[in-house]
């Protein structure tokens, strides 16, 4: 079997951690693989195996002359042009990721793919609604896997990164060079000292900060809720552009020095077992959230909105408590399920054993293959 994976995105997000599991996935079911990639994404490399061929491709377009002669298995994790898209259909068995729910969108280049799979139900349906019918029934869930983090595996976790900056822009490029002396102005990072849990409920952020979260718009409900409890803090452990980071700081004004942002971590398995509670964003436009899946896998309940798809990604009263969204009840749920949090006592969500095999890296090995199998037939 020979599968062409394309991932032409820039930067490491939630759909090139997901093209890592896939890759290695079809690697350990003994396929041959041609990656292709973005010039100078480096962090591939770590990828390498002796079945996999790793290309850099500018654009879709660019790959045309290069695919193989042979009939193949096509698989993208990003966009590609219609053009690329009907030429790869015509010669080869053309499939896809939707990472992204379509809620108010059109399905684009993916209704030309002869398969698309959907991380999530709520994924799949959201592209049923937008008119795809040529979707995989079966969600495609991402797996825990904290071997895709690289680097020494230090156990304390010091401050990092709290920006990322858009190289195309003028004033990134300067904040970038001066980032360290404009720290005090640009919101900062901790002291730079290990972090250490603080007395009373912490709550935390583990995830880039950006649209697809929504934790500005989050927080600007519930942060007034979090505020009126002296003995709650909120500690930040991700990365953004400058505009994300600077509004849900601005939400976050009401808890003062109860917020700490501690920047990009290179391994949030250090992390989660030192926060009482994990927090997610709003829900619309999150496909999966692999890092509510890494929470409750060290045994970190979860704070969520009671909505798809962190309805498939939890267990309410078992692997955290779901609270009604905080822009259709100003926060009063929320404040209900805070209550409850800080009575106890703590659920620990390793008890849903079943719930959480879902998320495993057997279940999500066994899914490729049942895949691989279904693409070889129709090959």
Known sequence: MRASVINLQPGMGGAEVYTRFFVRALLD?????????????????????????????????????????QREWIVTHAPVSQHFAEHARAHHLLTGFC?????????????????????SDYVIATARAAGLINLDPEPCYGMVDFQRYAGAADARVLPGPVYSWDRRKFRDRAYGLLEGALRPLLGGLSPPAPYVKRAGL????????????QFDVLFRHIA???????????????????????????ALRPLGSRVRFWGLQAHPEHIYPQLDYLM????????????????????????????????????????????RDPRQDQGADFRRVLARARAGPRPDPRTAADHLARFSRQAYSARVARMAEAARQAL
């Not at 591939?44 to 660019?62: F, G, M, N, Y």
């Not at 505009?243 to 700081?249: F, K, T, W």
């Not at 970190?300 to 309805?311: E, H, K, M, R, S």
Request: glycine letters at 10%.
């Open 29 to 69: 079911l003994d396929c041959e693989v041609r990656l292709y990639v973005r010039p100078g994404e480096t962090h591939w490399a770590t990828l390498a195996h002796p079945r996999l061929q790793i290309e850099a491709a500018v654009d879709s377009d660019a790959l045309i002359a290069r695919l193989p002669a």
């Open 99 to 119: 990472h992204m729910p379509l809620a108010g969108r059109q399905p684009g280049v993916l209704a030309a793919y002869d398969r698309v799979y959907g991380v």
């Open 202 to 213: 912490t709550l935390g952020i583990v995830s880039g900060i950006g649209p697809i979260k």
């Open 224 to 250: 007034p809720v979090l505020a009126a409890e002296p003995d709650v803090c909120l500690e930040v452990f991700g990365w953004g552009g400058y505009r994300s980071v600077a509004d849900l700081r601005a």
């Open 280 to 323: 997610s964003g709003l829900p619309e436009k999150e496909a999966l959230g692999l890092n509510i899946l890494e929470a409750q896998s060290l045994g970190t309940p979860v704070l969520a909105v009671a909505a798809p798809p962190f309805t498939e990604t939890m267990v309410d009263g078992v692997t955290g408590f779901l609270y």
